[in-house]
């Protein structure tokens, strides 16, 4: 079967959060935000160290910085991250064999979105890049559109 490409960054995100062969991005235990572990991320997804041969590149850049950076303009806030909080970092669904929450590989980073949670694509739609444009719309009230990828479509 033909897996649709992701077409926004969000949608990578949420494919990627969702997906139980990716272990460097994970769920909050709220389902409310997502725990990114940097060193396996970058190995896992960015091609850095051992990285899964032939697979095509998710993401045009090999720099975690860039990242966090599209995370910034798609609206994502860091939040600080505390032992307690780290630890609770499963998916909020069955934990996976062995139960692997810990993150070896550091640092450790804490994203939330309003419209990024557990079990709703639905609020994708609303995660908007934040473009000049787009910034001049929302400061104008005006309202920023965009859809949903066809296989999402309710």
């Known amino acids: ?3 649709p490409r992701p077409c926004t960054f969000p949608m990578k995100l ?23 572990d940097q060193g396996l991320f970058e190995q896992e997804l960015l091609g850095l160290g051992r990285s899964a041969a032939g697979e095509e ?9 860039s990242i966090v950076r599209q995370l910034n303009l798609y609206g994502f ?4 991250v505390s032992p307690a909080s780290s630890t609770v970092g ?14 070896a ?12 949670r557990y079990g709703r694509p639905d609020l ?8 000049k444009a ?17 296989d999402l479509q309710y």
């Open 77 to 80: 806030h860091k939040l600080t």
């Open 57 to 65: 590149e998710l993401f045009k850049t090999k720099n975690f910085g």
């Open 105 to 116: 590989d550091g640092p450790l980073h804490h994203f939330w979105n309003p419209h990024f």
């Open 14 to 36: 949420w494919l990627l959060v969702n997906s139980p062969c990716v272990h460097s991005v994970r769920w909050d235990g709220r389902g409310e935000g997502l725990f990114i």
């Open 124 to 131: 994708l739609v609303k995660i908007k890049r934040l473009t």
């Open 134 to 150: 787009n910034k001049e719309k929302l400061d104008a009230g005006l309202e920023v559109t965009s859809r949903l990828p066809d």
């Open 90 to 103: 499963s998916r909020p669904r069955p934990a996976t064999a062995g139960g692997d929450t810990s993150y």
């Open 1 to 3: 079967p033909v897996i």
